[in-house]
């Protein structure tokens, strides 16, 4: 390493240190180092400071100080977002949306994947006949929204599905 320079690139560092470059970043996490970047040049870049004090810390690691690294970092399943306190929220705030559920749906519906799903009909067939039908038949049904979704729940009501069963044992569809 030249000491006229003032700023070295990671890929040096790695290869001056014998590390790997993700511990070299990993230690520039760790110590909240700041690299740089000039202009037309790809590299990153550590001043030569910081350098020197990653070597101190690989010929001395306990002058890195306390091992902070896995509390400081949030992994997935620790990151939560802070909810505000209940006193704060209105309803005003958080209109809720409706959605479809089963409270809204009659009791003699049921889910066109399910009906057919029931007689070994494969869902890509079902969503098929659903969508351009079976021999130039249509199937009848009902639909509602889906929460956060643009296309909808399909549902037979008990005439419909009668009509359905008259349409796939005609075409010997049915198992």
């Known amino acids: 390493m030249d000491n006229e320079q003032e700023y070295i690139t990671l890929t040096q560092v790695a290869k001056d240190l014998a590390w790997n470059k993700a511990t070299v970043y ?8 700041k690299t740089h970047k000039f202009v037309r040049n790809r590299n990153t870049f550590l001043h030569i400071t910081d350098v020197d004090r990653l070597k101190e810390i690989k010929a001395k690691p306990w002058t890195a100080g306390p091992n ?36 809204d749906i009659p009791a003699d519906w049921v889910l066109c994947s399910d009906f057919l799903k029931s007689y070994g009909i494969k869902e890509t067939t079902q969503r098929r006949w659903l969508t351009n039908g079976l021999e130039g038949e249509t199937f009848e049904f009902e ?3 889906r929460p956060g979704r643009s296309d909808k729940f399909r549902y ?17 569809k049915l198992k």
């Not at 902070?68 to 970092?73: F, K």
């Not at 037979?156 to 010997?172: C, K, M, N, P, V």
């Open 68 to 103: 902070t690294a896995r509390t400081t970092r949030s992994t997935p399943e620790k990151r939560k977002k802070p909810s505000a306190p209940k006193s704060t929220q209105s309803v005003s705030e958080h209109p809720k949306r409706h959605y479809t559920t089963s409270e």
């Open 156 to 172: 037979f009501t008990s005439t419909q599905q009668e009509h359905a069963l008259d349409i796939l044992r005609r075409y010997g």
């Open 26 to 33: 990993d230690w520039i996490k760790t110590l909240d180092l």
């Open 143 to 145: 639909e509602r929204d």
